[in-house]
Structure formats: C-alpha cells, structure tokens
C-alpha cells in the first residue's frame, strides 16, 4: 500500500472523496455541502427580505413565502450552521487531541453521506411538488392540514439527515473519551475540543425525541396513525415538546462549538492562554446540562399554566449566568494580551458586542409575561438571528479564515476578508436591529405580507436593505476562496504564528496519518509550551516512529445512505394511489441499506499499515502529502 | 480598525435617530404604548429589563472598548510576549454573583406576574342572583377569522370584538381547526389557541377605542396557519359599559327586514346564496361555517383587513382566494350556483351587508 | 490485527471485548448509543402515557378492558431467560470456549424467536379485535411503542444470527469478540425495556 504522493487524475479524486474515511476529507466534504446549503439558504433570506421590503409586496404568494420561511429555518439550521460546524470538528478536534483519526472512520463517512442524502432530499422537494410550509418548526396541527408532500420531504429528509448528525456525534464522543494523545488529560483539551464534546453529548440525548416526533408525523401523515389528530384522541402538543426537547438542546448544539472557535481566536491573537480555562470548561458543561431544562420556554403562551411556566423562565434565567462567565473570561483575555486584528480575530471581536445584544434579548424573553407580548413577533426573529447570527454564523466565517489554511494549505486574502467582514457585519446589525422594534410594534413573525396601515414600512425597508449587504460580505467571501484557490499559495505548519495548540505542530494541510509518531502533552496549550522552550519541532514524542495502522476507504456509507434515499420516496408515496410502486421503492431502498450494512458486518476489514520507511521518506518530502487512501 | 469604528458609531447614531423619529408606532397595535392593564404590566416589565440589560451592556462595553484599545499589538510591538495569566478566583466569583442578583430583581416581578396574569379564578364568579360578575367571551378561531361568543347575552359576532372598557373580561379560546393565537399587541400579550383544549385568560380594555385614529385596536393571529395567516386579522372596539350594554341589547333584538329596495334584493340573494354559512342575527349560532354577519355595516374592515366599502367587498364575494389564499370560502361562482354574481347581485349584496348594524 | 493469531483458554485476555483500541471504542460508542436509545424509548414512554386511552368519542378500547396478564407474564419470563443464557454464552466467550458460547447463543435466539412470535400472536389478536393501528391515538401509541421494541428484538436477533452464521467457522478472535460482547450487551438492554414496557404498559394498564 506504498501509495503517497501521487498524481491523480480528476476521477480518482472523485473517486477518493466518495470513498474516503480520513476525517480531513470528510471535514472538506462537510464544508463544501454544508457552504453550498448556506447559499441556497441565503438566496431564501434574500427572497423573504424582497417580499418584506414594503407593504403589500407580490414578490411572493403568500403560499411561496411560507415554504420560503420553512425551508430557510431548515436549511440554515440542519444543513448549513450543523454541517459546518462538523466541518470544523472533523478537521481539527482530532489533532486537538493528538489522534490519527476519529473513533469510527467509517462511521465517520457515513453520517457525512447520511447528512449529504437527507439534505439533497430535502432539497428536491422544490421540484417535486412543493416544499415544506408549516415553519421548520413545523407545528403538529398545521402540518397534518398541510397539502401535497412538503412536510412528508421535511420528515423524512429530517430523519435521515438527524440520524447522520446522531453518528457524528457518538463518533466524536468516543474519540475524545479513548483516542487522547497521552498528557492530554480532560483539563489540558484544547476548549474547541471540549466544546465539541459537549455538543456531541447534546447531540447524543437531543437528536432521539427529534425522530422519535418525525417519526409519528411520517406515521400520522403516511401510514394513518393518529398521534396528532385531534378528532381520534391525539395532541398536537405533544409535537411542540418533542421538538422542543430537541430545539433547544440545538441551539447549544450550535453555540458551543461557534464559542469553541472563538476562545481558541481569543487565545492566539491575543498570544495569551485562555483566562479562567476551568471556569470556561465548567461553564460549557452548566450550558449543556441547564440546556435541557428549558425547553418550554418556547411554549409560554401555549397554556401550560403559570407553575410550568414560572419553573420554565426561571431555569431559564440561570443559563445567562454561566454564558456571562464566558464573555467575561474573553475579555479577560484579551485584557493584557497583545491583540493582532487579524479577520478571525475581528470577528471574534465583533461577536462580543453582537452576542451580549442577543443574549440580554433572551434574558427579557425568560421573563414569561413579558415573552406573552414578543413571543412569535419580530422580536424573536431579531433575537434568534442575533444569537444564530451574531454568535454561529461569525464563528463560521471566523474558523473559515482561521482553519482555512490547516484545512487547505492556503491563507485566505486578509484585505477581501475584512470586505467580508464589514459588509457582513453592518448588514447583520441592520437587517436585524430593527427588527426589534418591528416586534415591540406589533409585527407577528412569518406573515408573508402587511398593510400599509400598521406603521411597518420603514423598518422593514431598513431591514431589507441590510441584507443586502449580508449577501455582498458572502459574494466578497466567494471571491477571496477563488482567488486564494486559484494563487495556491502554499503555507507552513503555523501560518497565524501565535498557534498554541497541536494542529498547528504539524503541516497544513497534515498528512493523512495526521502524527507519524504520537506526541506527548506537556500541558495547556502544548505547542505554545514547547515554542516557549525553543523546541524546533513543537512537539515531544510519545512513542519511536514505527509502524502506523491505517483503515481502508470504503464506498458502503455512500450506499448505505443512498438506500434511506430510495427508501424515502417509497415511504413518501406510500398512500398516494397513483403511485402503486411506492412499497416496492421502500423494500428496494431499505433492501439496499440492510444489505450494505450485512456486507459490512461480515466481511471482515482490518485496514492497512504504513510501514515505518514510508513514514521517514515522506517526513523528508516535508510531510503533508496526500495519501490515496 | 479606526475607520471601523467611526463607522460604528454613525450607523448607531442614525439607527437610534430613526427609532426616534418613528416614535412607538400606532398606538392601535403598539405594544410600547399599553392601553390596559395587562399590556402595562409587560410594558413595566419590558423597560425594567431593558434597564438592567442596559446595565449590562454599559459593563461589558466598557471592558471591551478598553481592552481593544489599550492592548494592540501596533502599539505594545511584535515581539512582546504577554504574561500567562491562569485566571482569578475573585473575579469569576464576581461575575458569577453579580448577575445572579440581577437576575433576581428580574424573578421576582416574574414569578408574580406570571401567577397574576393567570388568574382566572374569578372567571366563573356569580352574585347572589347566579348571575356571572364578569364578562366572559368565548373565542373560537377558524382558518382565517375569529368567532366572538357571548354565552351569558347569549349573542355571537365574528371578526370585531366589542368589549367594555375598565373590567376584566376573561377569554376562553379554542381553535375549530388547527393551531392559531390569540393577540391584541396594545391591550395584552398573546395566548395560543389549540385545537385539544381550551385555554383562558383575561384583558382589562382601559382606552375607549373611538379615540384612536381608526377607531379600533387591532388583533392579529400570531401563529403561523397557512397561506393567510398574515391576513388574519381582527379588530376590537371598546367602550364604555353603558355604550356596551346598548349594543348587546341590540344584538339581542330580532334583526329588522332591509329597509330600501336594493338592500331587499341583496337580501333575497343572500337567503339563496349565503345564509348557509353566514348568520345575520346577533342570536347565532355559534359554530357556523362562516363568520356571523349582524354587524358587518359597522365593521372597520372587509375580510378583516381590506377597507370598508363596497368595492373591496363585491371583489371579495365574487373570488376570496385572490384575498385571502386558501381560505375556506366558495367563490361567487359556486355559491351563485355555477353563475358568477351579476354586478346588479353584487350592488345589491354589497348594500344589503352594508345596511347590516345594530349602531344607531 | 492478526486475524490468523490462534489463541488458548490461557492467552485469550480476561476481557477480549476491551481488549484493542477497536474493541474499546466499539465499547464507548455503543454504550453511548444505548443511551440514545433509552431517550428515544423514553420520548415513546412519554407520548405512550400523554395517549393512554385516548380516542375518538366512541372509542371503546382502554388499557384495563384490552390487556389480559397471562400471555404478556409469560413472554416476560422467556425474555429474562434469555437475557440469563446470554449471560452464559458471554461467560464462555471470556472463557474462549466458542462451542458453548454458540450453543447458548442457540439457545437465546430461539427464545427470542417464541417471544416474537408470542408478540405477532398478540398483535394479530388486538387487531382482529378491531383495535388496529389507525384505530385511535392510544392504539397508535401502544402499537409504536410495543413494536419499536419488537422490531430492536428482530434487530438483535438477526445480528445474533448473523454473527454465529459467520462465525461459526473460524471461532473467537480479537476481531469478532468485541461484536458478539456488544450483541449480548444490545439484548440485555431490548430486556431491560421490556421490563418497563411490561411495568409501564401492561401492569399499570391492567391494574390502573
């Protein structure tokens, strides 16, 4: 298996990326699907925003519009914000911790197609009749009255995908749990990596009531069950907890990974070590855990009564206390460091302010009277996209440009980069700020339209032209990848300089088998401790260069996942009389994946080894290589 | 940077302007300008956190400015290596009590207001006549309107809902369909209509709605229900109890036969074609497949939200589907009979609706 | 791994599950994955217990007139039991004797085959006494609830199955002993349900 450093041709590419099970791949795979889904979710936020632009606008019917806002909340959520995140969990938490690989390469590979299978179906819901229009939080009682296929493309695309993120999830757990570099101890990760941990944990408890309410929408809708229909015994209120359970564990799903990225930008650009780590560390878990005991905050007005709802608001308040420790061990961090306003570090600049605004506004929603007033207005649109936006969406631009040369070899353009930024970031205020206010105005949230005579033209026409600005920091964005893609202008193993943890001791981008020899953890922030020392390597070593075992490629996740796919549309036309092959589709389909996952079980695969000469003539070819497999 | 932050700085200058400028909004829908108690209540409760947030935001502010300023590599130079600070003990247990304590003084008006604000316990009070103290209305949401029931009068109406000002009027609200809410922004915060069960709550109606510019508060749905929700509107008036106690009596009377000669015509059409769906006496039923129309001559609006006059209502008759997008009415054609309306029909509908009230 | 290595009653390590890198991730991550599972039984609780009874207006079926003891009682014990003999075959995987192992393994699969079959005569009679799937939200709720589990036992039983069939030749190693420990891990927990489907759905719905 001598197979490093070779030229390959565009289909064996295609080939190794369809194949692969190397978790920098998959990383690049995640990124690329998840950026497309940021697009197409962005090109539905521009369209609400025309729409919106002034009163009685017919941009849009009013039944476009609904599937608009549906599939925007879905697709940013579930299939850009989530994906991309992965992306960066994929590249970089693993040689955060010193490991070859994830836990589960294969695993690896299919949640990633599962992902990639359930979104694409999603997706094609456009061209088959009619997208999802019941709202991506999809209430139990409009989504039964719902015509045509939408919901049933929701529920099924949402399965398959949530239970790709559901493996992701477990996969990071278990390599963190078994696969530390010895020295890394739980108090020497990296704070991404312990993010990422945490997130996955939630991912692990939070994804189950997810499907487990999917499913009896798939059954109430497809098969005649009746767990939501009213008339035959059901509740629909069943719905708003189970997805609640999950949606608000989602919401950490998302943040804390996005706080994850910007205390390791804190860190270096500050070329100081985290202050407060533990109180950090401690604070990440008190975020996970209260993040479960909240959710009903998002159903005050539903009539649950005062006790539930004064329980609910004040849990709710108390989650503001370890989120303000956060905030305030950053500053604490840059406060005596020596700041270099690099783009991630003027996003991470830039998300203090933004965040604190939407973390306030969640405060003043806790309080449950209050939130009968901002509940379903605009208020909470403003809010959700200050958290999502001012707190996800920032980190992802950060750790785009931040990661960018680990993940590529290459460093984006700073100058186009601050384009993005300031577009981005005055159209982000602008868009959203007002809204508000539109919200303290009486504007209900998801109404494809308003008249003239409710005082919102000016507001919304604001908002409006701020996304604008939105859409050119992304186009600028575009640009500079192209650009830096197009110069290949190939960067060392610390390209920022001030890198503190492992991934900036190897080259960008690694090697396949990441470390040729295991290193050894010396503490926090192990590189920086071996730069302080004058270590030209940047690392100790755990164990002599030996052999390395590697596991093979496999093509099965992709049919696996394939499989839901066709499975899907079977389950999807199941009781539409014109399609009598729909049970057959559903056999073949689940015929396909059970029979990928028997192959799987009984052929044995023990992976390969690179042998010890390779790993000392590819270290002499400067090491970052790329291997076929 | 510096150029970033003059940048800053003008853009909250202007934004700050133009809320200004554009005041609180019309104080038909506007939550920051309460016209009753309960809408106060969440106003007190809105600037109080709005308070303490700010105070919040003004500390972290201040930090950060400082700190993005005071310690730029441009002005500390390349090679200076900061201290590795590990963390403070005393300042994590300051920024762990200090919000706790302001999350306290946020608690405790929330814990009381959310009891109060759900008392309902004086809903089903009665004198010592048996007769109920307060008034209740029933409201029951269709796809896309509002039935307004009056158990104790025994009278129904749809779409604007009368109401006394200075009481408590308490609500029983259930959904005909699929999830809706229930929301006037000015008088009170919004509480979800289910299809399984009913929830209740009350509103205290403190401004006469004759002194606004249009006359009535406006309602709206708040929860997405299809294509219309955004039209879904409905209007309130309040008034005093006098005024209100005239006007349920009115409804309570035996509506008269159409006065003039085209309004007994539209009334002819209106017994073939609508009556099916569409009661014209203030006695009901509730739970017909359309809204009750006794009062449509002294509604604000067509449909609930397209303006009063003829013209929108003919459009309105003869093809909802253009207005208001899957709802549940037939078209002109289909109640007609397989004809569409003639403009006569419609005239002399349009007049008949129109000369429909019980305002004198 | 050296699939060819051929090891003794002596060599074999006192736990072969944990014993590589693979079979210790396989260990983590599955016992992470059953704790996904109970959520997902847990949500199935929930739902059960919020649509107990619950029907159209004229529905008759409740809990207490539908569910009868005797049957459900004795496919609770044959599912103990054979959660007790998969015991056994893991006592004798440890002990690197792959005959015995296979033959309790034998022995639990066709206990778990009656209880299925037990479970299909049970569902076949509710249904034909008009209480079928789309009958009301209750039977839709006991029928996903029940028959979820129903369908991890057929889960559980093919990967049984599967693993003895492809086995069966070569005996124990460190490659497949990891997989047959998390087999018999996945029956005790599709036990472990039962239990509180038998509690939860059965005994309170006769007895309350």
């Known amino acids: 298996m001598s197979s490093l450093a070779q030229k390959k041709g565009f289909g064996a590419v295609i080939w190794d990326y369809l194949t692969t099970v190397d978790h920098k791949k998959i990383a690049i795979l995640y990124l690329i699907s998840g950026g497309f889904f940021f697009l197409v979710g962005g090109l539905e936020a521009m369209m609400i925003r025309i729409q919106l632009m002034k009163a009685g606008n017919d941009f849009l019917s009013a039944g476009l519009y609904n599937e608009m806002i549906t599939m925007h909340g879905t697709t940013m959520i579930f299939l850009a914000a989530m994906p991309i995140l992965l992306a960066f969990m994929n590249a970089i938490m693993p040689l955060q911790i010193g490991a070859r690989d994830v836990a589960f390469p294969f695993l690896n590979s299919l949640g990633f197609w599962l992902f990639f299978f359930g979104g694409i179906f999603l997706n094609l819901s456009w061209f088959m009749g009619g997208a999802p229009d019941a709202g991506w939080t999809n209430y139990a009682s409009l989504a039964l009255a719902s015509e045509g296929h939408g919901i049933d493309f929701y529920s099924l695309g949402l399965t398959i995908s949530g239970f790709g993120t ?90 804390l990974p996005a706080f994850g990225i910007f205390s390791e930008i804190f860190a ?26 909240v959710w009903a905050h998002h159903m005050f007005t539903v009539g649950l009564g005062p006790t539930a709802n004064a329980v609910f608001a004040l849990a709710t308040m108390i989650i503001a206390v370890p989120t303000g420790i956060k905030i305030f061990n950053w500053l604490l961090t840059i406060w005596g460091g020596s700041i270099k306003f690099t783009v991630p570090m003027v996003y991470a600049i830039a998300f203090i302010p933004s965040f604190v605004a939407g973390g306030v ?30 707190g996800v969406v920032l980190a992802i631009l950060a750790g785009t440009h931040l990661y960018w040369p680990k993940m590529f070899g290459t460093m984006l353009s700073e100058k186009l980069g601050m384009v993005t930024f300031w577009t981005f970031f005055i159209g982000f205020h602008l868009t959203f700020f007002i809204q508000h206010f539109l919200g303290l105005l009486g504007m209900p949230r998801r109404v494809y339209t308003f008249g003239a005579d409710q005082g919102w033209d000016l507001f919304n026409a604001i908002s409006s032209l701020g996304a604008l600005f939105m859409a050119i920091g992304v186009i600028v964005l575009l640009i500079n990848v192209v650009i830096t893609s197009v110069k290949n202008v190939r960067v060392g193993n610390d390209p920022w300089e001030d890198g503190r943890t492992l991934e900036w001791a190897i080259p960008s981008p690694p090697p396949f088998y990441n470390f040729a020899q295991t290193p050894l953890v010396r503490g926090l922030d192990t590189y920086w401790i071996e730069k302080m020392e004058g270590n030209k390597e940047g690392m100790v070593y755990a164990e002599p260069i030996g052999d390395v075992h590697m596991p093979n490629g496999s093509i099965i996740p992709l049919i696996m996942s394939f499989g839901m796919f066709v499975a899907s549309f079977g389950a999807l036309y199941f009781q539409d009389d014109t399609k009598p092959w729909a049970l057959a589709v559903l056999i073949i389909g689940l015929g396909i994946t059970f029979g990928s996952m028997l192959v799987r079980s009984l052929k044995d695969d023990l992976g390969f080894h690179i042998t010890k000469e390779e790993l000392l003539e590819d270290a002499k070819r400067g090491g970052n290589t790329d291997g076929l497999k | 940077m510096m150029k970033g932050l003059t940048n800053w700085r003008l853009f909250a200058l202007l934004t700050a302007l133009l809320v200004f400028l554009s005041g609180c909004g019309r104080e038909e829908i506007s939550t ?10 969440q106003f007190n409760l809105l600037i109080l956190s709005t308070i303490v947030m700010t105070f919040v935001i003004i500390v972290v502010s201040v930090i950060f400015v400082l700190a993005i300023v005071k310690f730029r590599r441009s002005k500390l130079g390349d090679d200076m290596i900061p201290e590795q600070v590990e963390g403070s003990a005393k300042l994590e247990f300051i920024w762990t009590a200090v919000p706790i304590v302001l999350l306290l003084i946020l608690a405790v008006p929330t814990v009381y207001s959310t009891f109060d604000l759900a008392d309902v316990t004086a809903m089903d009070s009665t004198d010592e006549e048996g007769n109920q103290e307060n ?16 158990p104790e009068q025994g009278i129904v109406t749809a779409q604007e809902l009368v109401v006394p000002t200075d009481e408590r009027v308490y609500f029983n609200l259930i959904s005909a369909d699929i999830k809706h809410s229930f929301w006037i922004p000015s008088v009170g915060g919004k509480l979800d209509v289910n299809p399984e069960n009913v929830n209740k709550f009350y509103l205290e109606f403190d401004q006469e709605s004759s002194e606004l510019e249009d006359g009535v508060f406006y309602g709206k749905c708040a929860e997405l229900c299809g294509p219309s929700h955004a039209l879904m509107d409905f209007k309130v008036k309040s008034v005093d109890r006098e005024e209100f106690d005239q006007w349920v009596a009115s409804m309570q009377e035996e509506p008269e036969p159409a006065a003039d000669a085209l309004a007994q015509e539209g009334e ?56 208001k997008p899957g709802n549940l009415m037939p078209d002109g054609q289909t109640n007609n009979g397989g004809e569409p309306f003639s403009e006569q029909e419609l005239d002399a509908l349009a007049a008949y609706l129109m000369s429909l009230s019980v305002e004198e | 791994m050296d699939l060819n290595k051929r090891y003794t009653a002596q060599s074999w390590p006192d736990h072969p599950e944990t014993a590589t890198l693979e079979g210790k991730n396989k260990f983590v991550g599955f016992w992470l994955l059953l704790a996904a599972e109970s959520v997902t039984f847990a949500s199935l609780f929930a739902t059960y217990l919020a649509l107990k009874d619950r029907g159209p207006e004229a529905s008759e079926f409740t809990a207490s007139g539908l569910f009868e003891l005797p049957l459900v009682f004795a496919m609770t014990m044959i599912l103990l039991t054979s959660s007790l003999t998969s015991v056994y075959a893991m006592h004798h995987m440890k002990n690197h004797n792959f ?7 034998g022995i639990t699969v066709f206990l778990g085959l009656t209880f299925l079959g037990l479970e299909i005569y049970e569902f076949n009679h509710y249904v034909h006494l008009g209480f079928g799937y789309t009958t009301s939200a209750f039977s839709a709720a006991f029928f996903t609830l029940v028959g979820t589990h129903g369908a991890h036992v057929l889960f559980g039983l093919s990967w049984f199955i599967a693993l003895m069939v492809r086995n069966s030749k070569r005996g124990l190693n460190m490659y497949n002993a990891p997989k047959f420990y998390l087999a018999a891990l996945y029956w005790h927990f599709i036990d472990v349900v039962w239990v509180f489907i038998f509690t939860v759905v059965y005994l309170m719905g006769v007895i309350g």
């Not at chain 1, 990422?196 to 944990?201: G, H």
């Not at chain 1, 379903?376 to 959700?384: E, K, L, M, P, T």
């Open chain 1, 361 to 390: 506004t969640g405060v003043m929603q806790a309080i449950a009277p209050l939130d009968y007033q901002l509940h379903d207005s605009y208020f909470i649109v403003a809010h959700f996209h200050y958290v999502i936006v001012g």
């Open chain 2, 135 to 150: 008034l209740t209305v029933n409201v029951t949401a269709y796809l896309y309107w509002w039935e307004f029931e009056y």
């Open chain 2, 268 to 323: 002819e059409t209106f017994a073939n074609s609508c009556i099916g769906c569409h009661a014209v006496s203030g006695a009901g039923p509730a739970g017909m497949p359309g809204p009750n129309l006794t009062t449509f001559g002294d509604r604000n609006r067509v449909a609930g939200f397209m303006e009063h006059n003829e013209e929108n209502l003919k459009n309105w008759i003869q093809d909802p589907q253009e207005y």
């Open chain 2, 32 to 41: 920051l300008i309460p016209a009753g108690k309960v809408a106060q209540d």
């Open chain 3, 99 to 105: 005959k015995a192992m296979q033959a309790w393994l």
């Open chain 1, 166 to 255: 559901l493996i992701a999830g477990i996969n990071f757990l278990v390599t963190i749990i078994n696969m530390r570099a010895p020295g890394m101890t739980y108090m020497r990760m990296p704070l991404f990596t312990w993010t990422t941990f945490v997130a996955s944990a939630l991912i692990l408890l939070a994804f189950p009531p997810l499907t487990v309410g999917l499913f009896f929408m798939v059954f109430d809708r497809m098969f005649g069950a009746n767990f939501f229909v009213v008339e035959m015994g059901g509740n629909t209120i069943i719905w708003e907890h189970l997805f609640w359970i999950f949606g608000h564990p989602e919401v950490y799903i998302l943040i």
């Open chain 1, 268 to 293: 270096i650009f500050s070329r100081k070590r985290l202050f407060g780590y533990t109180a950090l560390v401690f604070a990440t878990i008190l975020i996970g855990f209260y993040g479960f005991m």
